[in-house]
T-cell receptor, first 116, second 112 residues
Framework: DQQVKQNSPSLSVQEGRISILNCDYTNSMFDYFLWYKKYPAEGPTFLIS?????DKNEDGRFTVFLNKSAKHLSLHIVPSQPGDSAVYFCAASAVYSGGGADGLTFGKGTHLIIQP | NAGVTQTPKFQVLKTGQSMTLQCAQDMNHNSMYWYRQDPGMGLRLIYY???????DKGEVPNGYNVSRLNKREFSLRLESAAPSQTSVYFC???????????FGQGTRLTVV
């Protein structure tokens, strides 16, 4: 059973508008969440993360929100730019319960397309 | 700063052949990982090495073996390749805490 779910395979957003990518998780042990961005023929690159002690983390145009009670997180990109067109993966780990070195559990990804 | 380097970038194998995918990192990270990515799927963990001298199975270890040669290098071996192992393979490394992992460029493997 998928522990990290990204239910939207693709999302199309106009340049300059806000992009909102969603992610749900089922494993209550997860306490550290990350977003990765991936271009074709390249490896994923780290974008932003959040630990379960916070409900928001911001880095420039990127903000991640965490709702622990709903087991839901979202990535907001404002304003969206053409270079943001990529596949975005949500990932989770049980860092603070000692599972940090066990690797990340990834969702299936959302293909974000920014239209001019 | 090279980060995580994987070789080869592309490989075609015949069913039953063996090969080793190489991975090296220059960030002095303790933990290293092998993932595979299939179309429409996220990355799935094959094996990981939390520290030099240790290896553990991930979500999809069947058909693979690994070796943590030293702190820098972590190789993935396919002893008898099968078409189901056609995939893109990513190596990654990270510190134990936090778990921001750095990924290599990937190896695109086709088994015919």
């Amino acid at each position: 059973d998928q522990q990290v779910k990204q239910n939207s395979p693709s999302l199309s957003v106009q340049e300059g508008r806000i992009s909102i990518l969603n992610c749900d998780y089922t494993n209550s042990m997860f306490d550290y969440f990350l977003w990765y961005k991936k271009y074709p023929a390249e490896g994923p690159t780290f974008l932003i993360s959040i630990s379960s002690i916070k409900d928001k983390n911001e880095d420039g145009r990127f903000t991640v929100f965490l709702n622990k009670s709903a087991k839901h997180l979202s990535l907001h990109i404002v304003p969206s730019q053409p270079g943001d067109s990529a596949v975005y993966f949500c990932a989770a780990s049980a860092v603070y319960s000692g599972g940090g070195a066990d690797g990340l559990t990834f969702g299936k990804g959302t293909h974000l397309i920014i239209q001019p | 700063n090279a980060g995580v380097t994987q070789t080869p970038k592309f490989q075609v194998l015949k069913t039953g052949q063996s090969m080793t995918l190489q991975c090296a990192q220059d960030m002095n990270h303790n933990s290293m990982y092998w993932y595979r990515q299939d179309p429409g799927m996220g990355l799935r963990l094959i094996y990981y090495s939390a520290s030099e001298g240790t290896t553990d199975k991930g979500e999809v270890p069947n058909g693979y073996n690994v070796s943590r040669l030293n702190k820098r290098e972590f190789s993935l071996r396919l002893e008898s390749a099968a078409p189901s192992q056609t995939s893109v393979y990513f190596c990654a490394s990270s510190e134990r805490q936090p778990t921001e992992a750095f990924f290599g460029q990937g190896t695109r493997l086709t088994v015919v």
